[in-house]
């Protein structure tokens, strides 16, 4: 399973034959790591069926990848091009686009990536950049919707944004503008102390600056 993962998240870059037995098989000696590697993909092509696995798993040397055809395209595939079709609409001024593509990114992502396996080093920078992604298309959908009114929208998408990072400053920001002006006064102010309370006992940090200039001009009404 998690070598049909790692070989379909590169997809078509060639993985040395030695790079998986060191990821997958680190403490067996060499000729046992190669029987478990053969072992593996004859379980794999099983599981696929002769047709798929001959053209999805294809083997150079001692060198493997794979080749999907368009319509059997991954998630992380779709959901990479949603964001980054977002990120431009958003950085255009294109709230309208921006929302679409955000929405589809945001109906695509499933969860964090293959979380269920926690131990393997190879998952952790792929895992936190598709987090980060997510984030960013979070940010996206609660600044859009501020910008079109949608206050209730807008909060409970900066509210989601924190889900995933307690301390990120500008889903805080977003949040505390989206409730303020939404009308609910009190509990902007009541989630900006929050945010105080937060960096000081997460981070030993004052509260953002940004955030702290977001909040007096709110309060003092010059917004």
Known sequence: KYLFAYLAFYREKAIHEDRLLDLFWPDCPPNRARKNLSNALYHL???LGPEESAQWIVREKSL??????????????????????????????DTAGALIAAR????????????????????LEPRQRFLDMFLEVLLILAESFLKTGDHPQAAQHARKALDENSTHERAHALLIESLWRNGKR????????RCTSIFKEELGLS?????????????????
């Open 45 to 47: 092509r099983q599981a």
């Open 64 to 93: 493997y990848r794979t080749s999907f055809p368009p319509a059997s395209m991954l998630d992380t595939y779709h959901f990479t091009a949603r964001h980054a079709e977002a990120r431009r609409l958003h950085g255009e001024g």
């Open 104 to 123: 589809e990114a945001k109906r695509i992502f499933a969860g964090h990536f293959l979380e269920e396996n926690l131990d393997d080093d190879w998952v």
């Open 186 to 193: 009190d509990e902007a102010v009541k989630h900006y102390h």
């Open 207 to 223: 509260p953002p600056p940004d955030v702290v200039a977001l909040y007096l001009r709110l309060t003092s009404g010059t917004v």
